[in-house]
């Protein structure tokens, strides 16, 4: 499957958001960001003081006595958000409730699950969101929260893509300059990983032009791996975070979905962490980064004592 985004994307998105922020389709927070440097890494909090406002996970509307069907936003997407199809699997859509511009989603056209893992059609879409550069001085980050402890809240399977800073760089970039051991596989490298960092994580980097093949190798790779942790810590479901650039393909198992009221997603695992407040802000500090990311994430000792034996 080859997929692409049409070439006028970084208009569309740009006039499509201001129309839906005009209109109120879309409500964007405001935010205040700060640094919290820890070694050679650099979490980066951004303080939404809106954040406590926002819809959370839709199990939260559970009744069980009486089960409704729950809403599902991406079924019908809004046409103040819908910005174009991308092949006949996917839509791409504006973020409903944003906080950073220009953040979408490329959520599957009919019904699939949050808590099945990407497929190779799905790592071709991520691959072709990447293509389109919407600002030359950020890089685009495509990022999927998959399972019931991931930090997801729609149960509809959607990949979503932000606009980062180059600098500081994130886990992943800082993981990857400490080397890559080869190896005699299909790939030619072992997924490495951040020897500081407690928590089980895992980056490969990406050729130049990967295949749908290429990038279903890597991520199996990085899958298989995140299993055997799950398993070894006896983790009943699956929950991981999975985020790519053009550089490398991150995933990191997942034990709990928040720690201390602050909720963790994909982009908290690789350094780029939300807070309500300055005092929780303050609260990140002072428990530290690392130790509140191990908390909802997975001691990887265990991992690295083992042969990978899947
Ligand atoms: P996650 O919470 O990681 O599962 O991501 C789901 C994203 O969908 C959140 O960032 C929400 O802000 C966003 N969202 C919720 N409702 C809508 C909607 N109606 N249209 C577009 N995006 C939405």
Redesign the pocket.
Known sequence: MSLALPDSFPELIRSTFNSAKESGALLFSESTDKDIVVQDLTFNVRIVPALGQKPVNNKDNDDVEKPKKKFD?FET??PA?FLCSLGEKYSI?L???SILPYHY?CVTTKFESQNAPLSEDDLIAAWACLQADLDPNMRQLAFY?CGERS????AHK?L?FISVSKQPKLLPDVALSYGVPESKDAIGQFPTYHPAVPFAHFVLPLPPNPTGNDLVMRFSSLLARTLNVLRRHEQRDISFNFAMTKEWIFVAPRSQESADDISI?ATGMIGLMLAKSDEQMEQIKTRGPLELLLSVGVDRVIEDEAHHDY
């Open positions: 936003p997407p809004e958000l859509i973020n409903k409730f989603l929260n930090g997801a809240s729609q959607h979503q997603n």
